[in-house]
């Protein structure tokens, strides 16, 4: 049975990473803190003897709250920087398609 503190070790480290998780959606931000929380589990029983060190090593091998948020927010903003760079592209497609479309037909109605 593991020791209380061990417990109250990991319980720290998951209040940490929703902490600075806070500026993610909640969907995505608790699709992370279940997938940190599955890996720090499955290490835990593979421990031979449960220690507040070996559990430390667990968490220091899952990574920093911080570092995993700041990855994650990268993340999005890159997905979002894809997202505007296509819809960028797309409207520049549409205006050079109109432009094409007055120019010829100013021709045609000049002709």
């Given at each position: 049975?593991?020791?209380?503190?061990?417990?109250?070790?990991?319980?720290?480290?998951?209040?940490?990473?929703?902490?600075?998780?806070?500026?993610?959606?909640?969907?995505?931000?608790?699709?992370?803190?279940?997938?940190?929380?599955?890996?720090?589990?499955?290490?835990?029983?593979a421990?031979?003897?449960?220690?507040?060190?070996?559990?430390?090593?667990?968490?220091?091998?899952?990574?920093?709250?911080?570092?995993?948020?700041?990855r994650?927010?990268?993340?999005?903003?890159?997905?979002?920087?894809?997202?505007?760079?296509?819809?960028?592209?797309?409207?520049?497609?549409?205006?050079?398609?109109?432009?094409?479309?007055?120019?010829?037909?100013?021709?045609?109605?000049?002709?």
């Amino acid at each position: 049975m593991p020791a209380l503190g061990v417990d109250a070790i990991v319980t720290d480290y998951l209040h940490r990473l929703t902490g600075a998780l806070a500026p993610v959606p909640q969907t995505r931000r608790a699709q992370i803190i279940k997938d940190a929380s599955s890996q720090v589990h499955e290490m835990r029983t593979a421990l031979a003897v449960e220690s507040p060190g070996a559990v430390l090593e667990i968490l220091d091998r899952v990574g920093r709250p911080e570092d995993l948020a700041l990855r994650t927010i990268g993340d999005q903003r890159a997905a979002i920087e894809s997202r505007r760079r296509r819809g960028m592209v797309i409207a520049g497609l549409i205006l050079i398609g109109l432009g094409t479309i007055v120019v010829l037909t100013a021709i045609l109605l000049g002709s």
